[in-house]
């Protein structure tokens, strides 16, 4: 299974912006869709963003479409989350998932990596 590492949170205002990496330390990183989801306390994990195993496409829950971009770079074995616009209800603590496309724009992967918090607040 692929092992992922997140970074990049952090503490920011209203309106603006973070960029999360998520980090493969396997050597399959390329095999993998990876996707985003977050979880705020008290409230189901929420997805957020899926990329597919060459970056050729794309997909975003309704939340976060229009603010959020989801990239890849398999020769760095990175998957980045830019986020603009960012709200007080995206605080969260934000995961990546390595897994098959079908279970990631679902929610039904396992594969999950440490998470790395943001925190939207003025």
């Known amino acids: 299974q692929v092992q992922l590492v997140e970074s990049g949170g952090g503490l920011v205002q209203p309106g603006g912006s973070l960029r999360l990496s998520c980090e493969s330390s396997g050597s399959t990183f390329s095999t993998y869709a990876v996707g985003w989801f977050r979880q705020a306390p008290g409230k189901e994990r929420e997805f957020v963003a899926a990329i597919t195993r060459t970056g050729d496409n794309t997909y975003y829950g309704d939340s976060v479409k229009g603010r959020f971009t989801i990239t890849r770079d398999n020769a760095k074995n990175t998957v980045n989350l830019q986020m603009t616009s960012l709200k007080p209800e995206d605080t969260a603590v934000y995961y990546c998932?390595?897994?098959?496309?079908?279970?990631?724009?679902?929610?039904?992967?396992?594969?999950w990596g440490q998470g790395t918090q943001v925190t939207v607040s003025s």
């Open positions: 998932a390595g897994d098959t496309w079908s279970l990631l724009v679902t929610g039904l992967t396992d594969n």
